[in-house]
C-alpha cells in the first residue's frame, strides 16, 4: 500500500503496510502575538491660490494643526498612525505653465514646523486653476506607500471649473485607483455652483467626498480658562529641545517662528498646535533635537558631533551629555502629558460654549470639513478616532 496516512490525533505515520514511524512532539511554545504594524496617513493638500482665495489659505493656515490633532486621536490596534503631510499650490500665474500653474510647496513630510511655514508664506494671484493637472502631478510626483492599508488621501480645495486644463480629472482620478489614493473636492462657495462647476466628479471618480465651504467664514476663537496655561506649558516643553548638526539651532528658532505665526493668527490655532505638540508620534523631530533622536538611536549621544551643539553643551564629557538628555526627556514626557490633559478640557469646554452659542459653531469651513471626512474615511482603514 503506497497511501500515506497520518493519525492527527498522534504522531504514527504509516508509510505502506509495514513500516512505523514515530515522530516527537514538537515543544510546547507561546506564541507571542507579533506587534501591530504601525499605519501611516499620507495627506496630500491642494490649494487653490488665485485671486478671492485668500480666506482659503487663511483657513488652511488654521486648519493644519485641527487635521493633525484629529489624527493623533487615532489608533489601529492601540497604535497611532505616522502622519506625512504633502502641500501643493495652483492658479498661480508667476508658475511654470508647462507644469500647468501647479507647484510642489512641500513634499511628505513629518516636519509639521516647516509645512506650517509655508503655508504662513502663500499668497494669491490670478491664473488659471488647473484641477486635473495638479492632482495628477502629486499623485505622480510624490513617494506614495504602496502598502492598500494605509489611508492615501488628497484635498483639493478651490473654486471656479474643475474641467479647465490639458489633464482630465479621469487621468487623475485613474492614477489614484492604482496607488489607492482616496480624492476629495472642497469647493469654496455655493454648493450648487460647485455642482455646476463640476467639482462633485472628481470625488466620484476618486472614490471621495463633495463638499462646500465658506471660504471666507472667520475661525470661531473662544477665549477659554485653559489657554494661558497651555501657552505657559509651550513654553516649558520648548525648553527641552537641544538642537545638534548644522540645521539644530536653525530648527529650534524655527520652532519659536511657527508657534509666535500661530499664535498670531489666533489662539484656537495656537492652542491645537500646542497639542499637537504634545503627541510624541506626531511631533518628532529627530533629525534635529538630541532628545528625540536618543529615543530612536540609543547611541545618539554617542555619535553626535559636540561641536553642532548649544555653546552651552559643548564641553560637556558624553556622559554629562548622557545625563543632561536624560533629564530632559523625563521632562518632556511629563510637560506633554499635562498639555494632554489641559487640551481635553479645554476641548470640552469650547464644546459646550458652542453648543449653548445660538449658531453652534456650524458653519461649514475648510477646518470642519476635513475633520469630518478624516473620521468618516479613516474608519475604511481601521483607524477608531477616540
Given at each position: 500500500?503506497?497511501?500515506?496516512?497520518?493519525?492527527?490525533?498522534?504522531?504514527?505515520?504509516?508509510?505502506?503496510?509495514?513500516?512505523?514511524?514515530?515522530?516527537?512532539?514538537?515543544?510546547?511554545?507561546?506564541?507571542?502575538?507579533?506587534?501591530?504594524?504601525?499605519?501611516?496617513?499620507?495627506?496630500?493638500?491642494?490649494?487653490?491660490?488665485?485671486?478671492?482665495?485668500?480666506?482659503?489659505?487663511?483657513?488652511?493656515?488654521?486648519?493644519?494643526?485641527?487635521?493633525?490633532?484629529?489624527?493623533?486621536?487615532?489608533?489601529?490596534?492601540?497604535?497611532?498612525?505616522?502622519?506625512?503631510?504633502?502641500?501643493?499650490?495652483?492658479?498661480?500665474?508667476?508658475?511654470?505653465?508647462?507644469?500647468?500653474?501647479?507647484?510642489?510647496?512641500?513634499?511628505?513630510?513629518?516636519?509639521?514646523?516647516?509645512?506650517?511655514?509655508?503655508?504662513?508664506?502663500?499668497?494669491?494671484?490670478?491664473?488659471?486653476?488647473?484641477?486635473?493637472?495638479?492632482?495628477?502631478?502629486?499623485?505622480?510626483?510624490?513617494?506614495?506607500?504602496?502598502?492598500?492599508?494605509?489611508?492615501?488621501?488628497?484635498?483639493?480645495?478651490?473654486?471656479?471649473?474643475?474641467?479647465?486644463?490639458?489633464?482630465?480629472?479621469?487621468?487623475?482620478?485613474?492614477?489614484?485607483?492604482?496607488?489607492?489614493?482616496?480624492?476629495?473636492?472642497?469647493?469654496?462657495?455655493?454648493?450648487?455652483?460647485?455642482?455646476?462647476?463640476?467639482?462633485?466628479?472628481?470625488?466620484?471618480?476618486?472614490?471621495?467626498?463633495?463638499?462646500?465651504?465658506?471660504?471666507?467664514?472667520?475661525?470661531?476663537?473662544?477665549?477659554?480658562?485653559?489657554?494661558?496655561?497651555?501657552?505657559?506649558?509651550?513654553?516649558?516643553?520648548?525648553?527641552?529641545?537641544?538642537?545638534?548638526?548644522?540645521?539644530?539651532?536653525?530648527?529650534?528658532?524655527?520652532?519659536?517662528?511657527?508657534?509666535?505665526?500661530?499664535?498670531?493668527?489666533?489662539?484656537?490655532?495656537?492652542?491645537?498646535?500646542?497639542?499637537?505638540?504634545?503627541?510624541?508620534?506626531?511631533y518628532n523631530n529627530?533629525?534635529?533635537?538630541?532628545?528625540?533622536?536618543?529615543?530612536?538611536?540609543?547611541?545618539?549621544?554617542?555619535?553626535?558631533?559636540?561641536?553642532t551643539l548649544p555653546?552651552?553643551?559643548?564641553?560637556?564629557?558624553r556622559t554629562e551629555?548622557?545625563?543632561?538628555?536624560?533629564?530632559?526627556?523625563?521632562?518632556?514626557?511629563?510637560?506633554?502629558?499635562?498639555?494632554?490633559?489641559?487640551?481635553?478640557?479645554?476641548?470640552?469646554?469650547?464644546?459646550?460654549?458652542?453648543?449653548?452659542?445660538?449658531?453652534?459653531?456650524?458653519?461649514?469651513?475648510?477646518?470642519?470639513?476635513?475633520?469630518?471626512?478624516?473620521?468618516?474615511?479613516?474608519?475604511?482603514?481601521?483607524?477608531?478616532?477616540?
Amino acid at each position: 500500500m503506497n497511501t500515506l496516512y497520518k493519525l492527527c490525533a498522534g504522531s504514527l505515520l504509516i508509510l505502506g503496510a509495514t513500516t512505523l514511524i514515530y515522530s516527537k512532539k514538537p515543544p510546547v511554545t507561546h506564541n507571542t502575538p507579533a506587534p501591530s504594524r504601525q499605519k501611516k496617513v499620507q495627506i496630500a493638500v491642494l490649494l487653490d491660490v488665485s485671486n478671492s482665495m485668500d480666506g482659503l489659505i487663511g483657513q488652511a493656515k488654521a486648519q493644519l494643526w485641527n487635521m493633525v490633532s484629529v489624527l493623533g486621536k487615532a489608533t489601529c490596534n492601540d497604535v497611532a498612525p505616522t502622519v506625512e503631510i504633502a502641500l501643493y499650490e495652483y492658479g498661480r500665474p508667476t508658475n511654470d505653465a508647462k507644469a500647468g500653474y501647479v507647484k510642489q510647496i512641500s513634499y511628505f513630510t513629518r516636519d509639521l514646523d516647516e509645512v506650517s511655514r509655508k503655508l504662513f508664506s502663500l499668497t494669491t494671484n490670478g491664473g488659471d486653476e488647473y484641477c486635473g493637472h495638479v492632482m495628477y502631478t502629486s499623485l505622480t510626483s510624490l513617494e506614495w506607500d504602496a502598502n492598500p492599508d494605509d489611508y492615501k488621501v488628497i484635498f483639493i480645495a478651490g473654486n471656479e471649473d474643475f474641467l479647465q486644463g490639458d489633464i482630465s480629472y479621469t487621468q487623475a482620478c485613474a492614477e489614484a485607483r492604482k496607488k489607492g489614493v482616496i480624492i476629495n473636492t472642497i469647493y469654496c462657495g455655493d454648493r450648487a455652483q460647485g455642482i455646476r462647476e463640476h467639482w462633485n466628479l472628481g470625488s466620484e471618480c476618486g472614490t471621495g467626498s463633495f463638499t462646500n465651504i465658506n471660504q471666507n467664514a472667520q475661525v470661531i476663537d473662544i477665549p477659554t480658562p485653559y489657554d494661558t496655561v497651555l501657552f505657559q506649558l509651550n513654553i516649558q516643553l520648548n525648553g527641552t529641545y537641544i538642537g545638534y548638526g548644522k540645521a539644530g539651532q536653525a530648527n529650534i528658532s524655527k520652532q519659536a517662528e511657527v508657534d509666535k505665526m500661530n499664535y498670531g493668527l489666533n489662539k484656537a490655532a495656537a492652542a491645537q498646535r500646542v497639542a499637537v505638540k504634545s503627541k510624541k508620534q506626531l511631533y518628532n523631530n529627530s533629525t534635529w533635537d538630541l532628545v528625540d533622536a536618543s529615543q530612536d538611536d540609543a547611541a545618539m549621544v554617542e555619535k553626535v558631533d559636540m561641536a553642532t551643539l548649544p555653546d552651552s553643551l559643548k564641553n560637556k564629557s558624553r556622559t554629562e551629555l548622557k545625563q543632561i538628555v536624560t533629564t530632559k526627556s523625563n521632562q518632556r514626557t511629563a510637560i506633554q502629558k499635562e498639555i494632554s490633559v489641559v487640551s481635553v478640557k479645554r476641548e470640552a469646554y469650547i464644546n459646550a460654549e458652542k453648543a449653548r452659542r445660538a449658531n453652534g459653531g456650524n458653519e461649514q469651513t475648510l477646518e470642519t470639513e476635513i475633520e469630518k471626512i478624516i473620521r468618516q474615511q479613516a474608519k475604511q482603514f481601521n483607524l477608531v478616532i477616540h
